[in-house]
């Protein structure tokens, strides 16, 4: 639907002036809001109508992410947020929901803001398995210097996810694409073990749970088709300083292939016989890198749901993709950036990135 006729259908139409609230496992959500965002998100996006875009017409199947939703306080050299939407899954999810149906597994406590869940709303992530229950949000606080490529945690407060035990609605259950973001361990396990036959499993990790919990953390290992993680963190896992090195004893540890994110440097991609290397778009202005991993597994997970293809091509292309939706996560503090995105934007930068790295071959004599 075109800018006009959705005005013109709106002058016509009682709903214009008409909102209703509607219960969302105790949340209370305008639908208004939805409806106007789904039109426009409708001509903009990959998914859903396909009207604008003409590309990515493969079916899309769907990605199941259990991880983090939190709010975060986060400092960078360029400002500071206090208890803003953030989370594992939150960027996973937005970013992957240009692209496919998402599903999200989490908790939240009872002070989570209801804006936060008119975004996954509004992006039309399914929230079935997101539960509120009795007690605070879990809470990260991190703080960059001018080495925007690693974060300093400041404070993780786990809270509501200690004592969660996910419990995946019947309808996740098939869910062809997984990924298990970064979150205690145990808990990806969980979930993994309540999805029936998937596709192509994916996990990401983080230094907190290769410190504590590393034994559940080579557990899910065992059962992934590719692991995504932090340079410092690969290093960290297979206690091995040399980044090809490290890749090969993190492959031995299980995953098929293996995505090393390099912050600013890009991701180098690994499946044991052979290397690919995306960069990172280069930007003016990196307000703050948070979230940035998390957007880059949702733009690969999201684009290999939606072509349905998990071979090395795909692969690669989901990594620019990845990289395309990273680089715009980290122009804008928590999820302001994607919340504002087009398809257009989202397909120019990648067209950018070809550019990046396109160049002529050698003649066979000089
Ligand atoms: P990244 O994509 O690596 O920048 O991830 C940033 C997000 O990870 C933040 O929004 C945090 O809320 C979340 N986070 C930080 N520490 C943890 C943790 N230990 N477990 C799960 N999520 C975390």
Redesign the pocket.
């Known amino acids: 639907m075109g800018e006009e006729s959705f005005a013109e259908w709106l002058d016509g139409s009682e709903a214009y002036f008409y909102t209703w609230e509607t219960d969302v496992q105790g949340f209370r959500g305008v639908e208004l809001y939805r409806l106007l965002w789904q039109v426009s998100r409708d001509s903009q996006n990959t998914r859903g109508g396909q009207l604008d875009t003409g590309v990515y017409e493969g079916g899309y199947v769907g990605v199941l992410v259990v991880?983090?939703v939190?709010l975060?306080s986060v400092k960078t050299p360029f400002g500071a947020v206090e208890n803003v939407l953030?989370?594992?899954a939150?960027?996973f999810s937005t970013a992957a929901s240009f692209f496919t149906d998402v599903s999200l597994v989490g908790v939240v406590g009872e002070d989570f803001p209801s804006e936060a869940l008119a975004l996954f709303r509004a992006r039309e992530i399914n929230t079935d398995g997101l539960e509120r229950v009795q007690g605070r949000t879990?809470r990260?606080a991190?703080e960059y210097t001018y080495d925007l490529n690693e974060?300093i945690?400041l404070d993780?407060q786990l809270n509501v996810f200690e004592q969660f035990r996910p419990k995946l609605p019947a309808a996740y259950q098939d869910s062809p694409y997984v990924f298990l973001a970064?979150?205690?361990p145990e808990l990806q396990i969980e979930v993994l073990n309540q999805v029936k036959r998937p596709k192509f499993v994916a996990c990401d990790t983080?230094n907190?749970?290769i410190q504590g919990k590393l034994e559940a953390l080579r557990a899910v290992l065992q059962r992934v088709d590719l692991l995504t993680i932090?340079e410092s963190e690969a290093r960290q896992l297979a206690q091995e300083p040399n980044v090809v090195k490290a890749a090969g004893a993190i492959l031995r540890m299980g995953p098929k292939a293996l995505i090393i994110k390099r912050g600013e440097y890009g991701a180098l991609m690994f499946n044991g016989s052979t290397m690919f290397f995306a960069p990172a778009y280069p930007l003016e202005m990196v307000y703050d890198?948070?979230?940035?991993?998390?957007?880059f597994a949702g733009g690969f997970m999201g684009y290999l749901a939606n072509v349905d293809d998990v071979s090395e091509e795909a692969m690669r292309q989901a990594i620019v993709m990845g990289s395309t939706m990273a680089s715009f996560n980290v122009e804008s503090f928590s999820l302001e950036r994607l919340r504002a995105l087009s398809y257009p934007e989202i397909r120019d930068r990648f067209r950018a990135f070809k550019g990046l790295v396109n160049f002529a071959d050698l003649p066979e004599t000089p």
């Open positions: 991880g983090s939190a975060d953030g989370g594992s939150s960027y879990f990260w991190g974060a945690t993780t970064n979150i205690d983080m907190f749970w932090n890198p948070t979230g940035a991993g998390d957007s």
